[in-house]
Every structure is written in C-alpha cells, then in structure tokens.
C-alpha cells in the first residue's frame, strides 16, 4: 500500500505511522488523516503488529495540527469540518492494540490532541507542547478539551486552552500528559523498547483493558460530534478568519471587534 502523506514501517514488530510533511511541521491535510486513518487500522488488525506508535517526520515536529494553508472557512478534505477528524481520533482510540505517540518536537494545536488521545505518550527533552486555538480563530470541542481535563485536571487544562503556553516535555511529563520525557538522542530506542515490551503482552489482555479505559470517557465521542458542528459554524465567521487573516499578514489578530 502507497502513501502520499505518510510512512509506515515495521519494526519488530511495531508498527510505525509517521507523518510525513516535514515542510509542514508535520501539519495535517485531508490527505493526511485518511492516510493515518488507514494504516491506523492496517496495523490495529494485521496479527502480526503487537503495538503501534504514532510520530512525526524530522526533528522539528510530532504534529502541529491543521495545515492553515489548506483552511480558508474549511480545511481541503471530507468531514464536519473538512477534516475527519472524529473518525482519526476514533481510529487511535478503537485500534485494540496501544498507540504510543513518539513526540520529539512540537506536539502543538491539533498534533497536541494527537498526543492526548494516544494510550501512551513518551517525548524528548526537545518536545514542546501546547495549544494555540484561541490565538488562531479555533478550538477542539472534543477529546482536546474534555479528554485533556481527565488526563492534567481541570484548572490545567482550563490553563493550556485558555493562555496558549508552550511546555517541555518534563513539564508535559509532570502534569500527566506524557508518561516519560527522554534525552533527545535515546528518543527512539526508548519508544522502540516500549514497543517490544507490549509484543510480549497478552494481546486479548491488552484490547480488553483498552476498551475498559476507553468506556469510562465514551460519552465524549458524543460532545465531539456535537461540537465539530458547532466549530464548522464558527469557522464560516469573520472572528474566525480574522486568526488565518493575521497568521497569513504576520501580525496579531483583533477577534474582538468581530465578536457578535
């Protein structure tokens, strides 16, 4: 199977989807998700694949979420929003096997939310975290907000969408947003090693206790459509574009005086 926006490798084992759009920061299109989409369920049901890990390409970015230049009122592809973006986050929530997401550089907006939904998360000493929606004319009426708040608690949460700060990856490791925070240089064979330990897991055992986690915040998936329609609805207003508008002119936006 080809890719255009993606790669996907085997290693021991472990399965290894990684964004390929370093020029991008690694931001996704409509193209992008289809393709993670499909490798997520190529290697959550190939018998063979015992764990999957999630990264980016270079040494830049994990995922800096959308790709501005592919939004304009809607991003290029299919879904509420132009993105499928309830049907990616699903994806990495119902594979039976655990997604690790490898961040070794920016995990920012929607690759931030990435990062959250994966079962487990392990970063460099270069990650940086964060998210900017608030300072782009956006949000994630989702697992980013709701799932965020289960994962750091609420007034961390509320901190992080509210004041768009960037994290390291010991910050990250701190508050429970990511499970481990590694020197650069031992980044990739410290995920690989998580990877081999869970091939040797009872793979029953292991899609059993992924869906019991997953049950007790399920309800989200509803708030996520819900609030996906909501978004679409925003992105067709000049609030919104003024976020795009002044990323494009390189100053700062003015949502306020669009505000109804």
């Known amino acids: 199977m080809s890719y255009e926006d993606i790669l996907y490798e085997v290693r021991n084992g472990v399965a290894w989807i990684i964004i390929n759009r370093p020029d991008k920061m690694n931001a996704f299109r409509g193209t992008t998700c289809d393709e993670i989409i499909k490798a997520m369920n190529r290697a959550g049901y190939d018998k063979s694949i015992g764990a999957i890990v999630l990264t980016g390409a270079g040494e830049k970015a994990f995922c800096t979420g959308g790709d501005q230049s592919a939004h304009d009122g809607n991003y290029d592809g299919r879904g509420t929003i132009g993105l499928p973006m309830e049907e ?114 009872s793979p029953t055992a292991l899609a059993i206790a992924k869906r019991s986690f997953n049950m007790d915040t399920a309800h989200q998936a509803g708030i996520a459509g819900l609030g996906m329609y909501a978004l679409k609805l925003y992105y067709d207003t000049d609030e919104s574009r003024e976020g795009v508008n002044a990323l494009k002119e390189k100053r700062k936006p003015e949502f306020r005086k669009y505000a109804k």
């Open 88 to 201: 990616l986050h699903a994806a990495i929530r119902d594979v039976p096997k655990p997604v690790i997401a490898r961040v070794q550089g920016y995990a920012i907006g929607g690759g931030n939310v990435l990062a959250t939904i994966c079962d487990l998360t392990i970063c460099s000493e270069k990650a940086i975290f964060g998210q900017v929606g608030p300072k782009m004319g956006s949000v994630d009426p989702g697992y980013g907000t709701a799932f965020l708040a289960r994962m750091v608690g609420e007034k961390k949460a509320r901190e992080i969408w509210y004041m768009c700060r960037r994290y390291s990856g010991k910050e990250a490791e701190a508050m429970g947003l990511a499970n481990l925070c590694v020197p650069h240089e031992q980044l990739d064979a410290e995920v690989q090693k998580w990877g081999e330990e869970l091939c040797e897991r």
